[in-house]
């Protein structure tokens, strides 16, 4: 069993910078791809990017590309996603998801994790 917990989220003006961070406790970390996903309210849950087992591939969605940053730190058991340019649209709650074995490119097109974290609210005020 992966237990995910996620922090870092907060209230922020459009422009600036947030880094939420998810930390995994359980199972064999390393052996994970893991992904971050979003949910506004009254929308579906979507892919937001996604980082490989060893951290050597790297996926995003369009609309976060050149402003969102995903890594991992195998050794601390977690991964982050660092936010600039941050977007009164990118408001949502942020989950990280794990998945074993998969690609990184993979965790944007299946709806089968083996792991969800309970999730942190990211606002960006205009």
Same mark, same amino acid.
């Given at each position: 069993? +992966?237990?995910?917990?996620? =922090?870092? @989220? !907060?209230?922020?003006?459009?422009?600036? #910078?947030?880094?939420?961070?998810?930390?995994? /406790?359980?199972?064999?970390?390393?052996?994970?791809?893991?992904?971050?996903?979003?949910?506004?309210?009254?929308?579906?849950?979507?892919? +937001?990017?996604?980082?490989? =087992?060893? @951290? !050597?591939?790297?996926?995003?969605?369009? #609309?976060?590309?050149?402003?969102?940053?995903? /890594?991992?730190?195998?050794?601390?058991?977690?991964?982050?996603?660092?936010?600039?340019?941050?977007?009164?649209?990118?408001?949502?709650?942020?989950?990280?998801?794990?998945?074993?074995?998969?690609?990184?490119?993979?965790?944007?097109?299946?709806?089968?994790?083996?792991?969800?974290?309970?999730?942190?609210?990211?606002?960006?005020?205009?």
């Amino acid at each position: 069993q +992966v237990q995910l917990v996620e =922090s870092g @989220g !907060g209230l922020v003006q459009a422009g600036a #910078s947030l880094s939420v961070s998810c930390a995994a /406790s359980g199972g064999t970390f390393s052996m994970y791809t893991m992904g971050w996903f979003r949910q506004a309210p009254g929308k579906e849950r979507e892919f +937001v990017a996604a980082i490989s =087992s060893s @951290g !050597g591939s790297t996926y995003y969605a369009d #609309s976060v590309k050149g402003r969102f940053t995903i /890594s991992r730190d195998n050794a601390k058991r977690t991964v982050y996603l660092q936010m600039n340019s941050l977007k009164p649209e990118d408001t949502a709650v942020y989950y990280c998801a794990a998945r074993f074995l998969s690609t990184a490119q993979a965790m944007a097109n299946t709806r089968e994790f083996d792991y969800w974290g309970q999730g942190t609210q990211v606002t960006v005020s205009s």
